[in-house]
Nanobody, 124 residues
Framework: QVQLVESGGGLVQAGGSLSLSCSAF????????VAWFRQVPGKERDFVTA????????YYADSVKGRFTISRNNDKKTVFLQMSSLKPEDTAVYFC?????????????????WGQGTQVTVSS
C-alpha cells in the first residue's frame, strides 16, 4: 500500500511559476513509477507527466513540454513538479499517481495509488 500526499498548489498569474510536491508513505518508493494528472470539472483526467522508478526516464504531454519538469528524490520519497510559463488553461486539480511498472504511463487506469489532489489556478 502506498499513500500519496500532494502539496504546493495555489493561485498564480499567467507566465508565473509554481512547484508541486508528491510525498509517499508506505511501501518501497524507489521501485515505483509516479505520474501527475490534472482534471477540470466535467472533463476526464488528463496525463501531464511521469517519471520512472529511478528518474532515468521522463514523459510529458505535448501541452506542457518545455514548461514543466518532473523530478524525484527517492531518499525523501518525494516527486516534484516544477511548472513555469503557466497559462490559464493549466488551471486544474493536479493529482499525483503511482504504480509499480505500469503498462501505459499515460493511462490513469493503470495507476492504483492516488493522492487527494491540489488545486492550481492560473489567472489571466
Amino acid at each position: 500500500q502506498v499513500q500519496l500526499v500532494e502539496s504546493g498548489g495555489g493561485l498564480v498569474q499567467a507566465g508565473g511559476s509554481l512547484s508541486l510536491s508528491c510525498s509517499a508513505f508506505g511501501r518501497s518508493f524507489s521501485a515505483i513509477t509516479v505520474a501527475w494528472f490534472r482534471q477540470v470539472p466535467g472533463k476526464e483526467r488528463d496525463f501531464v507527466t511521469a517519471i520512472s522508478w529511478n528518474g532515468g526516464a521522463t514523459y510529458y504531454a505535448d501541452s506542457v513540454k518545455g514548461r514543466f519538469t518532473i523530478s524525484r528524490n527517492n531518499d525523501k520519497k518525494t516527486v516534484f513538479l516544477q511548472m513555469s510559463s503557466l497559462k490559464p488553461e493549466d488551471t486544474a486539480v493536479y493529482f499525483c499517481a503511482a504504480q509499480y511498472w505500469p503498462s501505459a504511463f499515460g493511462d490513469p487506469n493503470e495507476y492504483d495509488y492516488w493522492g487527494q489532489g491540489t488545486q492550481v489556478t492560473v489567472s489571466s
